[in-house]
């Protein structure tokens, strides 16, 4: 079984358009985190969310809206494309607090065209 | 802002040779992850590192946390062509998030 899962792998959309990536883990984990690669691999935090609750927002465009409908699900809604908007998305979680092991879904491909 | 810089941003070295990445900081981290990415995959944890100048060995791979908690280096002895991938530091500069550093992409070379 897949520890963290999110889909769609690979996303090609047009400018303009809204999409969404969905994310679960089966790990009873309490925290979950979107992440955000470009294409340097530069690995950058986008949100965090604790039992539902936001408890990290990293200057993120409003466009970009996530959603914890329980502590096993993030979603990640983004409005409008642009075209600086592709990368690849990293759903992500863990136990609350630091020096806990991260761990990554197999990340979502988002090219915008 | 907050940064964690690797280097070499770089590496591409013959199977057998050592190799030392470096990731620092002028900030202060209650602890530092070392992950490693394959193509097409997310990082894995490598080693977590909570104390100053605590020193870790992962068969090949010896990690290093500096004494004052601001750096760290990860050591490969005797590279392999299975060590080929993307390196990436994490510092935790609180309670709640990692930082990741700039990445150094290693290949070896068979």
């Known amino acids: 079984d897949t520890a963290v899962s999110q889909t769609p792998k690979y996303l090609v959309t047009q400018m303009g358009n809204d999409k969404s990536i969905k994310c679960e883990q089966n790990l009873g984990h309490d925290t979950m985190y979107w992440y955000k690669q470009d294409s340097k691999k530069f690995l950058k935090i986008m949100f965090s969310?604790?039992?539902?609750?936001?408890?990290i927002n990293e200057t993120v465009p409003n466009r970009f809206s996530p959603k914890s409908p329980d502590k096993a699900h993030l979603n990640l809604h983004i409005n409008s494309l642009e075209l600086g908007d592709s990368a690849v998305y990293f759903c992500?979680?863990?136990?609350?607090?630091?020096?806990?092991?991260?761990?990554f879904g197999e990340g979502s491909w988002l090219t915008v065209v | 802002t907050q940064l964690l810089e690797q280097s070499p941003q770089f590496l591409s070295i013959q199977e057998g040779e050592n190799l030392t990445v470096y990731c620092n900081s002028s900030?202060?981290?209650?602890?530092l992850q070392w992950y490693r990415q394959e193509p097409g995959e997310g990082p894995v944890l490598l080693v977590t590192v909570v104390t100053g100048g605590e020193v870790k060995k992962l068969k090949r791979l010896t990690f290093q946390f500096g004494d004052a908690r601001k750096d760290s280096s990860l050591h490969i002895t005797a590279a392999q062509p299975g060590d080929t991938g993307l390196y990436l530091c994490a510092g935790a500069p609180g309670t709640y998030k990692y930082i990741f550093g700039t990445g150094t992409r290693l290949k070896v070379l068979a």
């Open positions: 900030s202060v981290f209650s602890s």
């Open positions: 992500a979680s863990s136990q609350l607090g630091a020096g806990n092991t991260i761990y």
């Open positions: 969310y604790n039992n539902k609750e936001l408890i």
